[in-house]
């Protein structure tokens, strides 16, 4: 079956630059997907990006799209303390809405 | 708007007790999911619905989990008997197919913490 994957975890001090990486399989993805996970709360999307999109901004949130490499990034700038929670990767390749969730990365924002 | 509701938020239970857990979906949504969350395996996917329909019940552990959603406003999800293993975060989402420009988007509901003794 399809499969995401992300590392478990990143630390980066206030005010630098995070990247958190995300790998699929699925070569029909439509959506792929950035949610934020904040300590217990439900999963909020972030923000997502179209298959023939490479990149989408959003004010500090920068979506990279590799699909050749089946590659997802999501940098945020000027990481605050506030963005400090799991962040899951997620794809969507349409039919019944069904959506797959990759492990989640921990951000640890150090002030 | 009111978002995706669960209830009980936390419940603690002995091992061998029957644990329900319930959710509200988004009015017109016509998606309906449960999630379970552990630290080993992540966000499973246990089971949806279309428009009160089971679709994909593939990842239901085992016979003493099941799901229901007798309308469109209500749905269960039932252990019984429960067992330590089964202590999780439980999700519920929901979600609607737009016409045209359907994103996927799923909303997430606070969850059920569920501690088995």
């Known amino acids: 079956g399809e499969d995401v994957e992300q590392s478990l975890f990143l630390s980066v001090r206030e005010g630098d630059s995070s990247v958190i990486n995300c790998t699929y399989t699925?070569?029909?993805?439509?959506?792929l997907y950035w949610y934020k996970q904040e300590p217990g709360a439900g999963l909020q999307l972030l923000t997502y990006?179209?298959?023939?999109?490479d990149m989408k901004q959003d004010q500090r949130l920068t979506v990279l799209l590799n699909k050749k490499d089946k590659h997802l990034s999501l940098r945020i700038a000027d990481t605050q303390t506030g963005d400090s929670a799991i962040y899951f990767c997620a794809d969507y390749s349409g039919g019944y809405q069904k959506v797959t969730f990759g492990t989640g990365t921990k951000l640890q924002v150090i002030p | 708007d009111a978002g995706v509701i669960q209830s009980p938020r936390h419940e603690v239970t002995e091992m061998g007790q029957e644990v329900t857990l319930r959710c509200k979906p988004i009015s017109g949504h016509d998606y309906l999911f449960w999630y379970r969350q552990t630290m080993m395996r992540g966000l499973e996917l246990l089971i949806y619905?279309?428009?009160?329909?089971?679709?994909?019940d593939s990842g239901m552990p085992e016979d003493r989990f099941s799901a229901k959603m007798p309308n469109a406003s209500f749905s269960t999800l039932k252990i019984q008997p429960s067992e330590p293993r089964d202590s999780a975060v439980y999700f519920c989402?929901?979600?609607?197919?737009?016409?045209?420009?359907?994103?996927?988007?799923?909303?997430f509901g606070e969850g059920s913490r569920l501690t088995v003794l």
């Open positions: 699925d070569s029909s993805s439509t959506y």
């Open positions: 619905f279309n428009n009160n329909v089971p679709i994909d």
């Open positions: 990006i179209f298959s023939n999109m």
């Open positions: 989402a929901s979600s609607f197919l737009r016409a045209g420009a359907n994103t996927g988007e799923l909303f």
